[in-house]
């Protein structure tokens, strides 16, 4: 049989991230940050002034994606994350590099160029998938498909929280702006857009304390087997 997935879905700031690494370290699964590598093209597109508008440089992006030389280096919190050696971690959390990412995730010769990369994280004892379109394109097979989410209100107050915890002050509302655009690209996109899959289980976690959500995720998996 194959390796056994459990896909994680939804819009930015739902909680996937927390909730695929609790999963993860409760199964002692490895775990796939799809949404990072796009963060880490979108850097890389930054720095080297790449348009999505210009031809060459979508070629040249999409190279740089499919030999993006990247470590995820597993830690106490969370996962460090090396390009070519350099700690990006904090770096790629950057709401700028989020938009970067979503712009050139609506890239299909990027999205094409990270696909086969992806799925090579499947290995046993099982694999936790976090993403927009793990169930839907990447891993199709999933045993278990769960869609994460929350309203964007919310979302936008734990981000902005989430700022003011590190001493950087944001508006709220710029914040909320950003959210929805990005939502609204990664969901209106022809590329592999953001949905649920047929087969997913919609949590919502609007409201919902990070334990109360991972209990929910949690039981889910439980059902599941
Ligand atoms: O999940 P995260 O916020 O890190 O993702 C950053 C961006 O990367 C998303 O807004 C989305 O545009 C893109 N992405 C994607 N497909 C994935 C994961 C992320 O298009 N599987």
Redesign the pocket.
């Known amino acids: 049989a194959q390796v056994p997935v459990i896909t994680l879905?939804g819009?930015?700031?739902a909680g996937?991230?927390t909730l695929a690494g609790k999963l993860s370290t409760w199964l002692g699964w490895s775990l796939l940050?799809?949404?990072?590598?796009?963060?880490l093209v979108?850097l890389g597109a930054l720095r080297e002034n790449l348009s999505v508008d210009i031809d060459d440089d979508i070629q040249r992006a999409a190279d740089q994606a499919r030999a993006l030389d990247v470590r995820f280096i597993a830690g106490d919190d969370g996962q460090r994350i090396e390009l070519a050696g350099e700690n990006v971690t904090q770096t790629?959390r950057q709401d700028e590099i989020?938009k970067a990412?979503?712009?050139?995730?609506?890239i299909p010769a990027v999205?094409e160029a990270l696909l086969a990369r992806?799925r090579t994280f499947a290995a046993a004892p099982g694999l936790i998938a976090?993403?927009?379109?793990?169930g839907t394109?990447?891993f199709p097979e999933a045993d278990l498909k769960i869609f994460v989410t929350a309203s964007a209100e919310e979302r936008a107050r734990r981000r902005h929280e989430q700022l003011s915890a590190q001493g950087e002050p944001a508006s709220l509302s710029r914040i909320y702006r950003e959210i929805v655009d990005?939502d609204t690209?990664?969901a209106s996109?022809k590329a592999?857009p953001?949905k649920p899959a047929d087969d997913a289980y919609v949590i919502d976690t609007t409201g919902d304390s990070v334990t109360a959500s991972a209990r929910k995720v949690r039981d889910l998996v439980v059902a599941k087997g």
């Open positions: 879905d819009p930015g700031g996937k991230g940050d799809s949404g990072a590598l796009y963060r979108g790629i989020a990412a979503s712009r050139w995730a609506t999205r992806q976090d993403g927009r379109d793990m394109m990447i990005r690209r990664d996109r592999s953001l």
